[in-house]
Nanobody, 125 residues
Framework: QLQLVESGGGLVQPGGSLKLSCAAS????????IGWFRQAPGKEREGVLC????????TYADSVKGRFTVYRDNAKNTVYLQMNNLKPEDTARYYC??????????????????WGQGTQVTVSS
């Protein structure tokens, strides 16, 4: 099945850091835009960060600018979401997905496929 697999979530205190991973076994992540999204209970899924196919362009949600970044490790066929200075409002289930484009197409969920099961991030003291 052509799904992505997210990992690395957990419980962290406010101000802490986590690094999430997005991996695939049946296709090459470097051939796609990869987007990170999150969904908190009772809220709609929202875009967080997106990295272009070549890795040179990133699109950030305003809420994570200066705190989160995304990067590729093509040798490991993995995309990472580095989250620093985490806040309670970052608590959500985090998902990655791919888009058949070179540059990030925006945050329309319909433009992304191969959604994984997500990984839970909880920021609490």
């Amino acid at each position: 099945q052509l799904q992505l697999v997210e990992s690395g979530g957990g419980l962290v205190q406010p101000g802490g850091s986590l690094k999430l991973s997005c991996a695939a076994s049946k296709f090459t992540l470097g051939d796609y835009v990869i987007g990170w999204f999150r969904q908190a209970p009772g809220k709609e899924r929202e875009g967080v960060l997106c990295i272009s196919r070549g890795g040179g362009s990133r699109t950030y949600a305003d809420s994570v600018k200066g705190r989160f970044t995304v990067y590729r490790d093509n040798a490991k066929n993995t995309v990472y979401l580095q989250m620093n200075n985490l806040k309670p409002e970052d608590t959500a289930r985090y998902y990655c997905a791919r888009a058949a484009a070179y540059y990030c197409p925006g945050w329309n969920l319909a433009d992304f496929t191969s959604w994984g099961q997500g990984t839970q991030v909880t920021v609490s003291s």
